[in-house]
Structure formats: C-alpha cells, structure tokens
C-alpha cells in the first residue's frame, strides 16, 4: 500500500505561481510512474503532466511551457512547478501513482485557485 500527499495548493493571482509536492510513503516510489491530474468542477478529471521512472516527461498541451514536473526518488516526492498560472488551472490537483496492471494509488487533492 501506497500513501500519497499532496501539499502546496493555494490561493494566487493570475501570472504567479505555485510548486505542488506530492509525498508518497514506503520505499517503493522509484517503481511508479508518476502523474499530476487536475479536476474543476463540473469537468472530468484531466492528466496535467506525467514523469516515468526513469524521468521521461509529458504535458497537456494546456500547461507546456508553463508547468515542469519532476521527481526526487531519494526523497519519495513528486513536484509540479506552476508558473504563469491562469484562472482557467483552477482545480483539484491530484498525485497519482502507477505501476501497471500490478497497483494504482491516488493522493487526497489540494485545491488550486487562480484569481483574474
């Protein structure tokens, strides 16, 4: 079993920016790919941006150039670098863990608000 938390969500105007943490328990995280999904309300959860185990990277379209995600395995934590924030990234950020067929756990959400 997988614990995944998420912390750094907040209240910002548009153009600043926010770094998301997501801290996962155990010594199992180098295993996993990683993943960043976003959810507004009354939208389907979304992928922001994903990182594999051997740190390959891929964006949304909506936040290329803006967000950089990465990994720290030594320390069991996932980031999301969020800059140039848009009203249109509020959501419920969400860290997500997946090693295949075998296990996929999720984090409790933190709230992201970008005022205009």
């Known amino acids: 079993q997988v614990q995944l938390v998420e912390s750094g969500g907040g209240l910002v105007q548009a153009g600043e920016s926010l770094r998301l943490s997501c801290a996962a328990s155990?010594?199992?995280?180098?295993?996993?790919?990683m993943g960043w999904y976003r959810q507004a309300p009354g939208k389907q959860r979304e992928l922001v941006a994903a990182?594999?185990?051997?740190?390959?990277?891929n964006y949304a379209d909506s936040v290329k150039g803006r967000f950089t995600i990465s990994r720290d395995n030594a320390k069991n934590t996932m980031y999301l670098q969020m800059n140039s924030l848009k009203p249109e990234d509020t959501a419920v950020y969400y860290c997500?863990?997946?090693?295949?067929?075998?296990?996929?756990?999720w984090g409790q959400g933190t709230q992201v608000t970008v005022s205009s």
């Open positions: 155990g010594n199992i995280f180098r295993f996993f790919a």
């Open positions: 997500n863990a997946d090693s295949g067929p075998i296990a996929n756990y």
């Open positions: 990182i594999t185990r051997g740190g390959s990277t």
